[in-house]
């Protein structure tokens, strides 16, 4: 067994032991943290690695700090909302106000649509590469049945026994990820000591296109907005708070992950079965990598589908006055999610789902900025508008990434 699968198994056991401790579950501040911190770096983590590889090549770490910047300053403005303008919304709030969040509302059922298709067509994959089918076809044909099973349930009022099924999940998922850490880490400094580490460089698109591939890929650090809806679990200052700390981890994961996957970039990443090169990428690790990445990806896509197919509902339901019930909403959430699973590929799902959580987050940072203005702070209305103009841009000018 080589070092980085022993390094493996036991950081595994080490990260299982702490995230799984009662007084660490029990906790309120680590629960407001994970649940935006397990969204952020659900969906993208093992996804980014061979997308920023096509799209920044050995700058890859570089990009995803970009990424990063630009969801902190979309989270920066979610934050100022929750402690400035939700507090309207408990007397009577102006039109304009109740005007924008309602838009808000719809902009973000839009985008689960979309990221529902997205986490189950990347379910699908990783779950098929156990019997080595890349082919895109029989990955749209699970992942339609894995969205139906979800609709269905969410129909009939049974999501919450599938979300039991998923609780441990993140948990899990968190501690493959730092075992996954702890062995590239090992890895790297015995690549460093015995002098073969090195860094290739990847012939990637350059200039204006690549700079619209990387704005088309925001949804790898999308998630944090989640903190916004928990307010009737907590209060503003703790969901303020914990969302900071899980865009700071977060950040941290990611950078980390690219730098130390980087070496491992090659020019042979595949244009079919793109979404799960991660696992081709890291076999010189060992034989433990591909069953752990296997059950990180499943762990993450479906808690996170399931998370947003039980949000997506909720939000139908109030945008449209009750007038749709929540369980109708899951059902809707799912046809939306299986058309858009056969009408676009994986890369044109991520760059959608961008696009989408991105005009959410033009809306929210209008809302800041209003806010802001109102308040006489005039540099924080400006940060946000410069928020405004770039969530304008991703959506229209973001491309899909090369696959």
């Given at each position: ?13 080490g990260f299982a032991i702490l995230f799984l401790q009662p007084r660490l579950l029990r906790s309120q501040l680590w629960q407001a943290t994970v649940t935006p911190l397990a969204s952020i770096i659900g969906s993208g983590f093992l996804a980014a690695g061979p997308i920023l590889a ?350």
């Amino acid at each position: 067994m080589t070092a980085s699968n022993i390094a493996l198994l036991i950081a595994a056991l080490g990260f299982a032991i702490l995230f799984l401790q009662p007084r660490l579950l029990r906790s309120q501040l680590w629960q407001a943290t994970v649940t935006p911190l397990a969204s952020i770096i659900g969906s993208g983590f093992l996804a980014a690695g061979p997308i920023l590889a096509h799209a920044a090549g050995r700058w890859a770490a570089l990009a995803m700090l970009g990424l990063c910047s630009i969801a902190y300053l979309f989270g920066s403005a979610i934050r100022h909302n929750i402690v400035h303008v939700e507090p309207e919304f408990a007397d009577s709030p102006g039109v304009l106000v109740a005007g924008i969040e309602r838009a808000s509302e719809i902009a973000l059922s839009l985008a689960y649509f979309v990221s529902v298709a997205y986490y189950l067509n990347l379910f699908a994959a990783f779950g098929l590469r156990l019997g080595d089918i890349i082919d895109p076809f029989w990955i749209r044909v699970v992942s339609t049945l894995v969205i139906a099973t979800v609709g269905i349930l969410g129909l009939r009022g049974g999501l919450d026994a599938l979300e039991r099924l998923t609780l441990g999940a993140v948990s899990i998922k968190l501690a493959l990820i730092g075992a996954l850490l702890t062995a590239l880490l090992v890895a790297t400094l015995i690549a460093m000591h015995t002098g073969t580490f090195d860094w290739p460089a990847l012939q990637h698109a350059r200039g204006t296109h690549e700079l619209r591939m990387l704005l088309g890929l925001v949804i790898l650090v999308q998630g944090f907005e989640t903190s916004r809806y928990l307010g009737s679990a907590y209060d503003a200052n703790t969901r303020v708070r914990t969302m900071r700390w899980a865009q700071w981890l977060s950040t941290a994961i990611y950078l980390t992950f690219m730098l130390l996957i980087t070496r491992y970039f090659s020019g042979n990443l595949p244009a079919e079965g793109g979404e799960t090169a991660i696992i081709d990428m890291l076999a010189p690790l060992g034989a433990l990598v591909m069953p752990v990445i296997v059950i990180m990806a499943l762990a993450s896509q479906l808690s996170a589908a399931v998370a947003d197919t039980s949000g997506a509902g909720g939000l139908i339901a109030e945008s449209t006055s009750k007038r749709m019930p929540v369980n109708i909403g899951h059902l809707v959430t799912a046809l939306a999610a299986i058309a858009i699973t056969w009408l676009a590929d994986i890369y044109q799902i991520i760059t959608y789902a961008s696009q989408a959580f991105v005009a959410y987050y033009a809306l929210q940072s209008l809302q800041a900025m209003l806010s802001a203005w109102k308040l006489g702070r005039k540099w924080r209305a400006a940060i946000y508008a410069v928020g405004i103009v770039i969530a304008l841009v991703v959506v229209v000018f973001a491309v899909p990434a090369e696959g």
